[in-house]
């Protein structure tokens, strides 16, 4: 189970850009005669809209087989046998004791035995083992590339269970004063407080004792690859819409207001102009508003964060020269962009409906932070569904907005 990169995935990608791109030349193809046709008979032929919807989901199709191979190409291999240091995505570990730790760990996963003469590894009865660092790192790598969050925000590893941060919310004032005049003193910035408490999540990955027993198997890569997936599907629905209630405090769950009467602490939205839709006329412009949202220092890193559904709305939307707003990715590793600003597709984001918070705009790197707590516990218990082996594994992860000022998001209401 040894991961192996090879050149093999680079042909492949061109395959899946040039599909991305014949899928799109299709949809441009056949959703300007849809809106030929609703301009000449004011409706379009039902034959029409069904096939320019076939042809979205091609396209869409094809743009999560790009991000499948993007996200595959990011994802870093465990390399090692188990025998002394070994070459990972974090170099070459020439320490002695950590060779020694990795290749205990592996031996305690696959026996459960020879792990209390290792330093560093065992913990108090019951609680399971810190895994090695290697393979902590590698779960933490291989959750940025399939988390889209962790790729987009501030990531920091702490050392405690609550990381606290002080942020200006009013800035320091100044003046312009004369060589000689007197400098009065100024108000100071104002702070404030905010807190990261980080939770607990757990997966519990099974394995037969004949998969353990199997020399090949890479115990590390194992479980990494293991927890992998399901640590990032509920880590993406917490950073999007957790209540912080023993999880991370998603960006769509504080309060949000209208955007020039919010105050720090408040996420502030524009209104799309309609009811759960976009206007009939004119909707790019409510995109473009959402873009000068933000200051604009957050602008230039700025991004687009809406799910797969309303990104097939807006890929039918043109700008007043005719030119579709939605452009696919060029090359093997981008994403798509909207009005020149790259996409990011995270499914746990709403619906275009009534009142829902679908689109989110801004520089996410400043705006949300995510903060690790340091270890990776693994509870070793062979007896509770046999003749499997369960590995329950924790990880201490916490989040939230830590600037306000940095997203904004699109209200589908009227005002």
């Not at 969050?149 to 312009?176: D, L």
């Not at 839709?277 to 700025?302: C, E, K, M, T, W």
Request: one cysteine or more; a negative charge.
């Amino acid at each position: 189970m040894k991961e192996t990169k090879t050149v093999s995935g680079a042909p492949e990608a061109r395959a899946a850009l040039h599909e991305m791109m014949a899928a799109f030349e299709a949809f441009r193809a056949a959703n300007d005669a849809r809106l030929a046709e609703i301009e000449q008979k004011t409706a379009a032929d039902v034959l029409l809209e069904e096939k320019v919807a076939r042809i979205d989901q091609a396209v869409g199709a094809a743009q999560a087989r790009l991000d499948r191979l993007a996200s595959e190409a990011r994802r870093p291999a465990i390399g090692g046998g188990g025998e002394g240091p070994s070459v990972t995505a974090f170099g070459r570990d020439t320490s002695p004791l950590r060779g020694e730790e990795k290749s205990a760990f592996a031996g305690w996963m696959k026996t459960g035995l020879g792990l209390e003469l290792k330093a560093g590894l065992s913990t108090s009865a019951g609680s399971g083992v810190l895994a090695p660092v290697e393979t902590e790192r590698a779960i933490e790598r291989r959750l940025m590339a399939a988390s889209p969050m962790r790729e987009i925000a501030t990531v920091r590893t702490i050392n405690s269970g609550v990381f606290r941060k002080p942020v200006s919310t009013a800035g320091v004032e100044c003046g312009w004063v004369a060589e000689t005049a007197a400098r009065p003193e100024t108000d100071p910035a104002t702070l404030s407080l905010i807190e990261f408490p980080s939770a607990d999540l757990y997966a519990s990955p099974a394995a037969t004792q004949t998969l353990l027993d199997d020399a090949l198997v890479d115990m590390d890569e194992w479980l990494a690859s293991e927890v992998e997936d399901a640590f990032a599907a509920q880590e993406t629905e917490a950073f999007v819409t957790g209540d912080g209630v023993n999880k991370p405090k998603g960006f769509l769950a504080y309060d949000a207001a209208a955007d020039a009467s919010a105050t720090w602490g408040q996420i502030g939205y524009l209104a799309s102009g309609a009811a759960g839709a976009f206007p009939a006329s004119h909707p790019v412009d409510r995109l473009i508003d959402l873009i000068y949202a933000p200051r604009a220092q957050y602008r230039p890193n700025g991004r687009f964060v809406m799910n797969r559904k309303t990104v097939s709305t807006v890929r039918k939307f043109k700008d007043a020269d005719g030119n579709y707003i939605w452009t696919p990715a060029s090359r093997p590793g981008e994403t798509a962009s909207l009005l020149g600003y790259p996409v990011t597709e995270i499914e746990t984001m709403p619906d275009i409906a009534a009142n829902s918070l679908a689109i989110a705009f801004g520089d996410f790197r400043r705006g949300y932070l995510i903060v690790d707590r340091a270890g990776v516990r693994v509870l070793r218990d062979p007896y509770s569904a046999k003749p499997y082996v369960l590995f329950y594994t924790t990880k201490r992860v916490g989040g939230g907005v830590q600037n306000f000022d940095a997203i904004k998001v699109m209200r589908f209401s009227a005002s």
